[in-house]
Each structure stands twice: as structure tokens, then as C-alpha cells.
T-cell receptor, first 114, second 112 residues
Framework: GAVVSQHPSWVICKSGTSVKIECRSL??????MFWYRQFPKQSLMLMAT?????????EQGVEKDKFLINHASLTLSTLTVTSAHPEDSSFYIC??????????FGSGTRLTVV | GENVEQHPSTLSVQEGDSAVIKCTYS??????FPWYKQELGKRPQLIID?????GEKKDQRIAVTLNKTAKHFSLHITETQPEDSAVYFC???????????FGTGTSLTVIP
């Protein structure tokens, strides 16, 4: 089946640094990818919709200059958390639509900012 | 857009009992309703889904029912086991769209 590979699975970084998270569709072309943020035992909060070759669409309240999304190819979308702060610590997960009814998730990235 | 509400937020049941999680949606154009199970720190996994042309679907101990008129759908887990403990999310997809709208999640605990 369709697989989305997400890296890294966990990362610890210092305040003020930037972190890049990658999501790759391994056996299909993902024209659209979705980026979510999730706090422990809470729902998936959609941050942005990433479209190949165009600018991402951000949800209300999500800072586009802080969470940079690039979808330069049909198989790769990246999320860069810039100037990270402890409040950015969270579980970030991507997903891609794989057809009319298909939807597959990456394995998630646990970000801890110290 | 679509608005999906999910209840309860937490649910504890004794092993062997049944668990029911309910969701409502707002957009009558939604036509696909999947349910996901997420274990701590892992990706959500699809466990069952239902399309709008079907009222009920069952897969072993898991079943989903859909009431299009009332715009609600439910997940039923029978003979619960400790390994069923996880967070469950419902979702809805609008016909023609590619985005899934998720419920707020239900943390299910099955007590041995």
C-alpha cells in the first residue's frame, strides 16, 4: 500500500535553532500533503496543506514565517520550524491523500526544544 | 468546511465489555467516514471505514454505523481487550475533496 516516510522520528534542539522535518511518499506521487500538530492525547490539529509547486495554505492562527513548508516535488514535502522555542515542542505528523478514499500518515516526529 | 465532533473524550470499560464512540458531522456533502486508532507516539492507523451509501459495516469485533439523515456515525467495539486501549479518531471527507476532517479523539482504556 501507499507509504509515507517521515524523518526524523524524534529530534531535540536548542531554543533559537531551526529544525527540518521531511515527508516522502515512497510509492506514489503526492500532489497534496497535510501537516498536523498533535499534543499528548489530543486531536490532530491541521497546520497547513502543502501543494506541489505552489505555496502552502496555512490554517488560521498558524504562523507561516515560523512553520515553513516546501513541497518542491511530487514525493517530498518539508516542514521547517524556524527559531524554535520550548512551546513548539510537540508531535508533528504529515499525511497524504492516496486516491478518492485513501489517506496515509507519516510516522510522526517528536520535537523537543530545550 | 466540515466540522466533526466526537464524544466522549475519554472512555474506560472493563475487559470484555463493549465500547461505543460517537461522531457528528455538519456537511451533508461528506461521503466517507474512516476511523483511526492511534497508539502513543505512533501514526494513526485506519481500522474501519464506511461510505455514505452504506448504513453499517462490520469487521470482526469492530463495527461502524452511519445515519446520514442525522449526520452521525458511531464506532462499536465488542469484547474489548487491553490491546484496544488507544486514542480513536473519527473523520469525514467531503465528496470531491481530499482533506480529512478529524474529530477531537477518544482515549479508550480497557481495564483488565
Amino acid at each position: 500500500g501507499a507509504v509515507v516516510s517521515q524523518h526524523p522520528s524524534w529530534v531535540i534542539c536548542k531554543s533559537g535553532t531551526s529544525v527540518k522535518i521531511e515527508c516522502r511518499s515512497l510509492d506514489f506521487q503526492a500532489t497534496t500533503m497535510f501537516w498536523y500538530r498533535q499534543f499528548p492525547k489530543q486531536s490532530l490539529m491541521l497546520m497547513a496543506t502543502s501543494n506541489e509547486g505552489s505555496k502552502a495554505t496555512y490554517e488560521q492562527g498558524v504562523e507561516k514565517d515560523k512553520f515553513l513548508i516546501n513541497h518542491a516535488s511530487l514525493t517530498l514535502s518539508t516542514l521547517t520550524v524556524t527559531s524554535a522555542h520550548p512551546e513548539d515542542s510537540s508531535f508533528y505528523i504529515c499525511s497524504a491523500s492516496t486516491g478518492v478514499y485513501g489517506y496515509t500518515f507519516g510516522s510522526g516526529t517528536r520535537l523537543t526544544v530545550v | 468546511g466540515e466540522n466533526v465532533e466526537q464524544h466522549p473524550s475519554t472512555l474506560s470499560v472493563q475487559e470484555g465489555d463493549s465500547a461505543v464512540i460517537k461522531c457528528t458531522y455538519s456537511d451533508s456533502a461528506s461521503n466517507y467516514f474512516p476511523w483511526y486508532k492511534q497508539e502513543l507516539g505512533k501514526r494513526p492507523q485506519l481500522i474501519i471505514d464506511i461510505r455514505s451509501n452504506v448504513g453499517e459495516k462490520k469487521d470482526q469485533r469492530i463495527a461502524v454505523t452511519l445515519n446520514k439523515t442525522a449526520k452521525h456515525f458511531s464506532l462499536h467495539i465488542t469484547e474489548t481487550q487491553p490491546e484496544d486501549s488507544a486514542v480513536y479518531f473519527c473523520a469525514a471527507k467531503i465528496s470531491g475533496g481530499n482533506q480529512f476532517y478529524f474529530g477531537t479523539g477518544t482515549s479508550l482504556t480497557v481495564i483488565p
